[in-house]
């Protein structure tokens, strides 16, 4: 049962370091272009696994310091795996006026999430709070993904939530 196991993960590990190449190679192998490389790694990912940073730094002849350095700098870079949906709530002034702590302890209570782990288990849900998302009028607002959600309560949160949770049942 083991060796049964191992060749999928195998073939799965093969399949992301070729797409990592890919990349790569997509963006001429070019250190200028360093933080394009790591969007696009981020994308296919969800978040920028230290492995491929090493390999970044190694095939575009860069110190892993420098190549680390940039990751960590940018707030956008992720370096622990994130949810397929990432929830954004803002927490500026109007929407914490408005409550938006409520809305991240109905998401956390919905989610089994914490304010040390914001990712749930299979990966689906990651909430993060923002200083500001621009949108005061919705204010309190919250963001899954690209979807922008304004005037949100602690219930429609729930809500949005279940709906997400029902489409990805069905897939």
């Known amino acids: 049962m083991y060796r049964q196991q191992e060749k999928p993960v ?18 001429d192998r070019d250190p200028a272009k360093l933080i394009s490389i790591l ?24 110190p892993p310091a420098r190549v680390f350095g940039v990751a960590t700098f940018y707030a956008h870079f992720a370096l622990e795996p994130k949810g397929k949906y990432v929830i954004h709530v803002c927490d500026g002034t109007a929407c914490h006026v408005k409550n ?24 689906l849900f990651t909430l993060e709070t923002v200083s500001c998302l621009g949108a005061c009028g919705l204010a309190p607002v919250l963001v899954i993904n690209e979807d ?21 049942a069905q897939q």
């Open 39 to 62: 969007q696009a790694v981020q994308a296919e990912y969800r978040y920028l696994p230290k492995e491929a940073l090493a390999y970044i730094a190694t095939s575009l002849n860069l």
């Open 148 to 168: 922008v959600h304004g005037m949100m309560t602690p219930q429609k949160c729930v809500e949005a939530l279940d709906k997400i949770i029902e489409r990805e």
């Open 100 to 123: 938006s702590q409520g809305l991240v302890n109905a998401i956390q209570k919905k989610l089994g999430l914490t304010t040390d782990k914001n990712t749930t288990e299979d990966l």
């Open 10 to 27: 195998m073939q799965q590990t093969m399949r992301k370091f070729d797409t990592l190449c890919d990349i790569i190679d997509r963006f």
